[in-house]
């Protein structure tokens, strides 16, 4: 193989991908390239035009420039496969009861807006059909066939269940309920996209919709590293993911043997499951 | 009208929605009502998904309601909170709500979640009836199913959507004048109890019935309810002076409208027939001209709203000619003549932008139906084609000998005679031969005048033997499957369950 250039776009979620690239832990064949564009913009708001994606916010472009290495604009057709990272897209059951609630709820109090499970997976489903992972992943697929594989939000880190006080985060019954639909919902929204979700390693998973504390520790935003962190997660999360994510490119090193497994393999929601 | 409500006359509308179920909604709200939504749909369901959940069809999330006893039987238990595990249905490993079946497209995962969710329903449906200024209630059907047990009625036959039904356990009921009377009046005696300004609109569905489960013919059972519903309604509206008959009924469903405002399935109500229900509505109870002081509805919202309001304040002060201009305003006419929309009327341009779509010029329309006879647009609207104007057909048949196009009837185009004569060698062949060809024998014309006779006769026989082949199976069906007729007749029914408040 020639030379494999992937393009990872992403929002603040991008930096423990950029960290733990930079880290050079990751074993990639001879020739392979990552290019990131990441900026911690809440909205990554991009134009498409002349085979090209160009930030409408300056900002955005000034921060693409930074992790990229001078490029302020995604160039669709340079690139072999593309990595699109958070950016909306993924599962925080914590965000999604702050706007509605399950049944299960009201065993620790009243609430206003009750819905079925089933109708939560739909919320779920919802969300990320608006989110900027997906309308990029539109944008790209216009002027380009190669792999689009979206890396989510990382589950909320498990320290979080001290700060939200919702007993529902750490229901096993109800996440065991609610997770595994979720997971395949969202998947198949991706597949119906012409994209591959890589839902993260189950080593990373505390129970089903959350991380492991150890990786919220020296979490990663791109602005700094945060000692504690209720959203994001450090390089050693990413170092994971990466490993799997280009073994299912083909451009994992065979000195590398990373023991991930992709989504391809088995099931999502089994994945998911710690 | 003899008399009529004093509606409310109420705040800005919220943004518009283009599901086609909520347009009444939508042209009340764009009309300034405030429609009022106790169980709004969450944030993040697509309209499509969000209907399929049962939100933003009506005031709460009650599905829909076809018979009094069905709407008694919800202020009732709002009233009571009451929630009955007998009326939980389960359809494999999944379990419905008996009383709104139709509200979770999958059912629930479990008995407990779902009446946990009926009762947060019933608490939503109690604060509704306390807090509407304005109730309308659409009665839709006489028929019923009943739980023999407890007396409930179901919105669906049980064993359609979930549940199974067993003979034992659930019987059919018709309702009577009296019962359906009897039933609305303790329905406002105790939501009036409670709300005691409650101002209640009645229409009756024009939607005839599909299927009947009493041994009439459809047509018949159809007349019965829709006879018995508008007599309960007329009589409710001249004893309590808090009830109004709307006759959204009479405008749809009478032989005057010729079955103009029906889609070609002749039940559901077309655009123009909302529209035009509408627009007596809102002559007769009052649209908003004007919005709140401080609040604009959008031009998307009042597609005339302002043009209509803005001259008719200006040339009540200053003539035309006088009245100073800005460069930018444009005028009445240059405004008018801007829009593509101008020809439509009014409630069905409103229709058109609560649905997000183009109303049709009236004059367009009467161009593309005077082109095709009504009975082949609806056949072609029901198959999804284009219908082909008469002008077309006969210019296409003119082209082959009759006999050739009943021959044809085996689905292939008949071949034009001047085609026919351009691609036949024997054209060019003397005339003896020619003749030959072209002129057959008398025994050979007699014998294809035969066939053509033979074909007509066969064809006849074969229709009529389908014909008495197709309703013998299907009194046939309808006998051994009794509750498959007795679903599509309750599933089918449209209802508009509506409330308004300040």
């Given at each position: 193989m020639t030379g494999f250039s992937l393009c990872v776009i992403g929002n603040s979620h991008a930096g423990a991908v950029w960290q733990a690239w930079k880290g050079g832990t990751i074993a990639a064949r001879q020739g392979f390239s990552m290019t990131v564009f990441a900026s911690q913009a809440s909205s990554v708001e991009m134009d498409h035009r002349d085979g090209s994606l160009v930030p409408v916010d300056p900002a955005v472009s000034e921060m693409f420039a930074f992790t990229s290495g001078g490029k302020d604009r995604v160039e669709i057709d340079k690139y072999d496969a593309f990595l699109l990272v958070g950016l909306g897209y993924?599962?925080?059951?914590?965000?999604?009861?702050?706007?509605?609630?399950?049944?299960?709820?009201?065993?620790?109090?009243?609430?206003?807006?009750?819905?079925?499970?089933?109708?939560l997976v739909e919320i779920i489903r919802g969300h990320n059909a608006k989110s900027a992972a997906l309308a990029f992943a539109g944008q790209v697929r216009a002027d380009s066939a190669a792999p689009i594989l979206i890396y989510p939000t990382p589950f909320r880190p498990e320290t979080m269940l001290s700060e939200e006080n919702d007993p529902c985060l750490s229901d096993q019954a109800l996440l065991d309920n609610i997770m595994p639909r979720s997971i395949a919902a969202v998947s198949e929204l991706a597949s119906q996209n012409g994209c591959e979700v890589f839902w993260q390693h189950p080593e990373t998973v505390a129970l089903p919709g959350l991380t492991k504390a150890k990786f919220a520790k020296g979490a990663v935003n791109l602005r700094s590293s945060i000692e504690r962190d209720s959203k994001h997660v450090n390089p050693d999360f990413a170092v994971l993911s990466l490993q799997a994510i280009l073994q299912r490119l083909g451009q994992a090193s065979p000195e590398s043997a990373p023991g991930h497994i992709n989504s391809h393999d088995i099931e999502p929601e089994t994945r998911a499951r710690a | 009208m003899q008399r009529s409500l004093r509606l409310p006359r109420l705040t800005k509308s919220p943004p518009l929605e283009t599901v086609r179920t909520q347009v009444v909604r939508n042209v009340l709200r764009t009309?300034?009502?405030?429609?009022?939504?106790?169980?709004?749909?969450?944030?993040?369901?697509?309209p499509e998904t969000a209907k399929a959940f049962g939100y933003g069809i009506y005031s709460a999330r009650y599905g829909n309601i076809y018979t009094v006893r069905q709407l008694l039987q919800l202020a009732q238990d709002a009233d009571s909170g009451t929630v009955d595990p007998l009326n939980i249905w389960t359809k494999g490993d999944r379990?419905?709500?008996?009383?709104?079946?139709?509200?979770?497209?999958?059912?629930?995962?479990?008995?407990?979640?779902?009446?946990?969710?009926?009762?947060?329903?019933?608490?939503?449906?109690?604060?509704?009836?306390?807090?509407?200024n304005v109730f309308i209630f659409t009665l839709g059907l006489t028929e019923a199913w009943v739980d023999k047990r407890t007396g409930r009625v179901f919105p669906t036959a049980p064993g359609t959507i979930a549940g199974d039904f067993d003979p034992g356990v659930?019987?059919?009921?018709?309702?009577?004048?009296?019962?359906?009377?009897?039933?609305?009046?303790?329905?406002?005696?105790?939501?009036?109890?409670r709300n005691r300004d409650l101002k209640i609109i009645l229409t009756v569905s024009p939607v005839p019935l599909t299927a009947t489960a009493t041994d009439n013919h459809v047509l018949v059972a159809t007349t019965y309810s829709k006879s018995v519903l508008r007599a309960v309604a007329g009589s409710l509206a001249d004893t309590y002076s808090n009830v109004d008959y709307f006759p959204s009924y009479e405008m749809i469903a009478s032989p005057w409208s010729k079955g103009f405002f029906y889609e070609s399935n002749m039940r559901e109500v077309n655009s123009g027939g909302v529209a035009a229900v509408m627009r007596v509505f809102f002559d007769q109870h009052g649209a908003i001209e004007t919005p709140a002081p401080g609040e604009t509805l959008s031009e998307e919202a009042r597609p005339e709203a302002t043009s209509e309001r803005r001259p008719r304040r200006s040339r009540e002060r200053t003539p035309s000619a006088e009245r100073p201009r800005p460069a930018t305003e444009e005028t009445a006419g240059e405004r008018r003549g801007?829009?593509?929309?101008?020809?439509?009327?009014?409630?069905?341009?409103?229709?058109?932008?609560?649905?997000?779509?183009?109303?049709?010029?009236?004059?367009?329309?009467?161009r593309r139906h005077k082109r095709v006879p009504r009975a082949e647009r609806q056949i072609a609207a029901a198959e999804g084609t284009q219908p082909e104007a008469t002008s077309e057909r006969r210019q296409r048949r003119e082209r082959a000998p009759r006999a050739e196009r009943l021959i044809a009837a085996d689905g292939t185009q008949p071949e034009a005679a001047s085609e026919r004569r351009r691609r036949r060698p024997e054209e060019r062949a003397p005339n003896a031969e020619r003749q030959r060809h072209e002129r057959p024998s008398r025994a050979e014309a007699k014998a294809a005048r035969a066939e053509v006779k033979a074909t007509r006769v066969k064809?006849?026989?074969?229709?009529?033997?389908?014909?008495?082949?197709?309703?013998?199976?299907?009194?046939?069906?309808?006998?051994?499957?009794?509750?498959?007729?007795?679903a599509d007749e309750v599933v089918c029914e449209d209802i508009l369950l509506e409330a308004f408040n300040t």
């Open positions: 993924g599962i925080d059951l914590a965000r999604t009861f702050t706007r509605c609630n399950v049944f299960e709820h009201l065993a620790h109090g009243s609430a206003d807006i009750v819905v079925s499970h089933a109708c | 009309n300034g009502f405030s429609v009022i939504d106790f169980e709004p749909s969450p944030h993040f369901l697509s379990f419905y709500d008996a009383l709104r079946p139709n509200i979770e497209p999958d059912g629930f995962d479990s008995p407990e979640e779902a009446t946990v969710l009926r009762e947060q329903h019933l608490a939503k449906v109690k604060r509704l009836f306390r807090r509407m659930y019987e059919f009921k018709n309702f009577t004048y009296d019962e359906i009377y009897e039933d609305f009046v303790e329905f406002r005696d105790l939501v009036c109890a801007k829009r593509p929309n101008k020809r439509a009327p009014r409630a069905e341009r409103q229709i058109a932008a609560a649905e997000g779509a183009q109303p049709e010029a009236a004059s367009e329309r009467r064809g006849k026989a074969t229709q009529a033997k389908s014909k008495a082949t197709k309703s013998k199976a299907t009194r046939a069906k309808a006998k051994a499957e009794p509750t498959e007729a007795k």
